[in-house]
């Protein structure tokens, strides 16, 4: 009888990437993947410990997994093992622990545990130069992939504790990338995005770069669709945009990691750059793109963050008029230069502050759409909804604007021109099919 393995993902994209991998991985070595409920005989939980409610979420899910099956083995995954290896060990409810960069092994050390029992598998990821080669043909998804390309991070913001719990930057080598993605193109997928713990700085250990792997994942024949995933603003040179409108594949989708609008913040966060060069960097990218959506992230509250400093983010945020900007409010990791900043900010102000700039992106974000009204647009369709008692197919255009469609059809799938219409469905555009 096959062994029953229940996996839960927490956290960004590259950890659901690593997290299909590893599914795939154990029903090659003849485990049947179930739901994350009871009856598993293990049960992977891929954690992530970005913020302190990340970290409660993961060790919330490792103690589910143990009362949904207490004889089950439950294995904790990831970065908050990397960072808490001797809580986890310490914790009745967890019976492994596997660290980053062993994720490769998942069906080899389940074998060793039931030989031996070992419990640990956690190397040292702050001094290895090796990246943890993983890959999929397929995904949750059944239009778009995300492929990761990169781990590590050399940059060590005042706030983050990424660099310690994934390394330094270590690159995917361009063929391996060029492989997988012909493999996804070849099961139908016609949409990739390339992603990264910091993937701007792809290459640097290689001596190649982003750049260069765009444009080789853009020989692709049947992928139409590349997106990237969280780019530094620095990489926006005049070369980077100009080299990337000429590639018609690419969409004009842009995440630029901004944190705050405040030079004097920026500054505290060891973010390396001006606001007015952030600035600069969505100039560049809208001379060379129309309209593009740029979208971003920011902090509030950070550690001597000021009602004057918050205001200059605010204005500068209103001004520049981005498409998304998703919020976040400062949360404390220990180990990190900002954890023993002085003046930290209550909770109570970091609610305040994000409910304002949460209304600023509402704003921002209906503008940018609303805009897209009376367009003929490509959209790339991926589900068939229920909207309001209508039936309709749900997509994305190059710019990621969901867009609906009256499901008279299947079009799962297909990449479709539509005219937009200035109708909403539970908050999503409706379009009308171009025939």
């Not at 219409?421 to 999503?428: A, F, L, S």
């Amino acid at each position: 009888m096959k062994k029953k393995a229940a996996l839960h993902n927490l956290g960004c994209k590259v950890n659901a990437y690593e997290m299909e991998a590893m599914q795939q991985m154990l029903e090659e070595a003849g485990y049947e993947t179930v739901p994350f409920a009871p009856g598993a005989d293990v049960y992977i939980i891929n954690t992530c410990t970005v913020t302190s409610i990340a970290d409660r979420k993961s060790r919330q899910m490792l103690h589910k997994a143990k009362k949904m099956n207490p004889r089950a083995v439950v294995v904790a995954v990831g970065c908050y093992v990397q960072a808490s290896k001797e809580e986890l060990e310490a914790d009745e409810a967890v019976d492994l622990v596997i660290g980053n960069n062993r994720k490769k092994d998942i069906v080899k050390i389940l074998e060793e545990y039931e030989k031996s029992r070992a419990e640990e598998f956690v190397i040292d990821v702050n001094h290895t130069g090796e990246y943890e080669n993983l890959s999929i043909t397929r995904t949750a998804e059944h239009t778009r992939a995300y492929i990761k390309v990169q781990d590590g991070c050399n940059q060590f913001c005042s706030y983050c504790i990424i660099p310690y719990v994934r390394g330094r930057v270590r690159s995917r080598r361009p063929e391996d990338v060029a492989d997988e993605v012909r493999r996804l193109a070849e099961n139908g997928y016609r949409e990739v995005v390339l992603t990264g713990i910091h993937l701007s700085s792809y290459g640097i250990d290689l001596g190649t770069s982003l750049l260069e792997l765009i444009k080789a994942v853009h020989e692709t024949e049947g992928i139409e669709r590349i997106r990237l995933g969280s780019l530094e603003p620095r990489i926006i040179t005049e070369e980077f945009a100009r080299e990337l409108a000429s590639l018609p594949k690419v969409c004009p989708h842009f995440h630029l990691s901004l944190q705050s609008g405040c030079d004097a913040t920026l500054k505290r966060m060891n973010r390396r750059y001006t606001a007015e060069e952030y600035a600069e960097k969505c100039g560049l990218l809208r001379r060379y793109f129309d309209d593009p959506a740029l979208t971003t992230d920011v902090i509030v509250g950070f550690p001597g963050e000021t009602k004057e400093e918050f205001e200059t983010t605010r204005a500068f945020l209103e001004d520049l008029k981005l498409y998304e900007t998703h919020i976040f409010k400062y949360s404390r990791r220990k180990g990190t230069r900002a954890d023993a900043m002085p003046d930290q900010v209550s909770d109570e102000e970091k609610g305040e502050r994000s409910a304002v700039l949460l209304a600023l992106n509402e704003k921002n974000r209906e503008a940018f759409e609303n805009r897209r009204a009376g367009r003929e647009d490509q959209v790339l369709f991926e589900e068939y909804v229920s909207l309001d008692g209508r039936d309709y197919y749900v997509g994305h255009t190059r710019e990621y604007v969901k867009l609906a469609v009256l499901a008279e059809e299947n079009y799962a799938n297909q990449i479709l021109s539509v005219r937009v219409g200035e109708e909403r469905r539970q908050g999503i555009l409706v379009c009308r099919r171009q025939f």
